[in-house]
Every structure is written in C-alpha cells, then in structure tokens.
C-alpha cells in the first residue's frame, strides 16, 4: 500500500502509537535511573521473568541483539547477580540463562512503578473505557503478530 493510499485515521493512529511509545520508553528510562540496570539489561530481565530459563541464542532472539552481544549483557547481569548460567538437566550441553532473586525483585519493582506511571495516566477513563482500550489493544496486538508471522 503507498503512503498516499494509506487513509487518513491509519496515519493518525501509526504517529499516536510512536508518540505513546516514545512517552513509556522515556518513562520507563526515569524509572530506571533508580535501578543499577540498563534498558537493554531491563528488557532481557522481563524476557527471563515472562518465560523463564532461557539459552543465549533464544534471549539474543527475543532482545533482537547480536549473539555475542546478548553474551556481553548476560555477562555483566551475572556479574551484578541478576541472572546465573545454569545447564540444562537434560542435554548437559544446553546451558540456561536463570534469573535470580535480586535480578527479579528489581522488574517487578519497575514494573510496578510503571503501571503506576499508566494508572496515573488512565485516571479520568473509566471502568468502561479502560476496558474498550484493553479490548482493542488485545485485538491489535493479534492482529500484528499475525501479519508478522506471514
């Protein structure tokens, strides 16, 4: 589709989603100046908490960094003791990135601070219209990954 064919409310709602993007990254970075994490090293940490062990090669996929530079985060997690490397109990060749207590006290901390940040933002919604948005970014968010997926 070229950008002329593109209606006018595509427009508006794709530089809405960039500028709210922008407004939780900016945020959310605040938020973790409190914290001896960085961004990057914040995303990987609520990979580990969202879908537990995982190896370098699928972290490195989900953080969409390079192989060794995922290494070079988990090494530095590891050195600070949020994360341990662990092998796997049934291919001893398999090694596990495993977050650890420290490493998960400080995301759900965040996370908490964030949807704080969120809830301070939705307070003049109501219940309802809370509810619509969830609706509908649920409905979005699938309809992404299923056009992703193609």
Do not use: C
């Amino acid at each position: 589709m070229k950008k002329n064919e593109l209606s006018d409310s595509v427009n508006q709602m794709e530089k809405r989603l960039r500028y709210i993007s922008g407004m939780i990254k900016q945020n959310g970075r605040k938020i973790l100046n409190n914290y001896p994490i960085t961004s990057p090293q914040f995303i990987a940490l609520q990979w580990l908490l969202e879908e537990g062990d995982l190896t370098i090669g699928e972290l490195s996929n989900r953080i969409s960094h390079a192989f060794s530079t995922t290494t070079d985060l988990v090494d530095r997690m590891e050195k600070n003791e949020l994360v341990e490397r662990v092998r796997d109990t049934n291919d001893r060749r398999v090694v596990r990135i495993h977050l650890l207590e420290k490493g998960k006290h400080i995301i759900e901390e965040v996370i908490d601070k964030r949807q704080a940040y969120l809830g301070e933002v939705l307070t003049k919604f109501s219940e309802e219209e809370k509810e619509q948005l969830n609706q509908l970014l649920d409905f979005l968010y699938t309809e992404m990954k299923m056009v992703n997926e193609k």
